[in-house]
């Protein structure tokens, strides 16, 4: 019985000594949008965060890439939807300017339809990046978790990052966090998808005649939606437009001829549009899935936060929360 009381006091101890000592109460790995948005909710309740990304750049599949010479291009075809919580809080918490995806339409606001950052995913992260950097929360770049050790009766885990182990309370992951197979206990990936793109840049002086369009099969290209990227990138206003074909799977060699005369065959272009430069850039995913947790004990569960980052206008379903901790995007960049 006394023995009993003593090891109770001393575990009693030790967790408290354990949660004092964390280095962080919450890591989140990964910096698509919606993760790096739940990190600053969890900074604004009052924890200490950490935010890890194991690319040279954040954003994760809405990252900004420079391709065919062009900087800040959107990485892939992107619709944000036109839920209005959603652009509300993106424009009011973030500062983000959303325009409707229209052509020759930009900054003008209607009631309906869909709705995307004006400067495209450059402006996405980089406004979500103003917010973390007003936080003072630590973003470690380029440093890939390798793997996660849950010392599930102190409540902590240790988070490998690049030969140095940091300590947690809590592990904010999501669908794009890849977790390898030596991570203990076994977390299990799904094998790697491939989303490959074909970017071309075409001389056409005549007006933008599409934002965003689905695809189809082309002489033997499948193309799954292509993006006229040019309002969002610094070529606005220039004889020269950007787009962007999503393609399932191999391309066919002439896949540069075969995009051109695909805009022109659906007159997406003007009929003097001319190709200048053509590049591919594929983002290649290992998703983990929603249960990945089920084997551990329910202590090792509570210490992983599953955040649904499947889709952008998800930001809708974490608005109500995110919107009673975050200061206005106004006072945010007044005291920067
Ligand atoms: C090509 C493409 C187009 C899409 N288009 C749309 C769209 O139009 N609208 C929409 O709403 N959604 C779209 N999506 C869905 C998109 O996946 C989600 O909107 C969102 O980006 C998912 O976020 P995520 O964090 O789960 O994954 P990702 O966006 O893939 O980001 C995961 C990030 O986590 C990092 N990471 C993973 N594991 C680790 C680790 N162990 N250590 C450190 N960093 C790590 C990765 O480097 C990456 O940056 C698209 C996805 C793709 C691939």
Redesign the pocket.
């Known amino acids: 019985m006394c023995k009993k009381f003593y090891l109770l006091i001393l575990l009693s101890i030790f967790s408290s000594i354990s949660a004092y000592q964390t280095d962080y109460d919450y890591i989140a790995?990964?910096?698509?949008p919606?993760?790096m948005l739940e990190a600053l909710y969890h900074h604004h309740l009052g924890n200490r965060v950490m935010i890890?990304?194991?690319?040279e750049e954040c954003?994760?599949?809405?990252k900004s890439i420079e391709i065919c010479g062009i900087k800040h291009v959107d990485m892939?075809?992107?619709?944000?939807g036109g839920n209005t919580k959603m652009i509300d809080f993106l424009e009011n918490y973030v500062g983000i300017n959303m325009v409707p995806m229209v052509p020759n339409d930009k900054g003008k606001k209607k009631s309906h339809g869909n709705y995307y950052p004006q400067a495209g995913c450059y402006e996405l992260i980089e406004q979500i990046l103003k917010l973390v950097s007003a936080a003072n929360i630590p973003l470690s770049i380029g440093h890939?978790?390798s793997s996660i050790y849950l010392h599930e009766n102190l409540d902590y885990a240790d988070v490998l990052i690049d030969g140095r182990t940091y300590t947690t309370k809590k592990l904010l992951v999501?669908?794009?966090?890849?977790?390898n197979n030596e991570s203990e206990p076994s977390y299990q990936n799904s094998s790697p998808r491939e989303?490959p793109h074909i970017y071309l840049l075409v001389k056409d002086s005549s007006p933008d005649h599409f934002i965003y369009t689905g695809g189809g099969a082309h002489n033997g290209l499948s193309i799954v939606r292509v993006s006229n990227l040019t309002p969002y990138c610094d070529l606005n206003g220039s004889d020269k437009k950007i787009f962007a074909f999503?393609v399932r799977s191999k391309t066919p060699q002439n896949f540069a001829d075969l995009c051109l005369d695909y805009l022109h065959s659906k007159s997406l272009i003007g009929k003097n549009a001319r190709l200048l430069n053509s590049e591919t850039y594929t983002?290649s995913?290992a998703y983990l899935p929603r249960n990945f947790s089920n084997k551990l004990s329910p202590k090792g569960k509570e210490m992983f936060v599953y955040v649904n980052?499947?889709?952008?206008?998800n930001i809708a379903n974490f608005a109500s929360a995110w919107e009673k901790v975050f200061p206005l995007y106004q006072e945010v960049a007044r005291a920067r």
């Open positions: 790995i990964g910096s698509s919606i993760m890890v990304e194991g690319a954003g994760g599949a809405w892939g075809c992107h619709t944000a890939k978790v999501c669908h794009g966090t890849e977790l989303f999503e983002y995913k980052t499947t889709a952008i206008w």
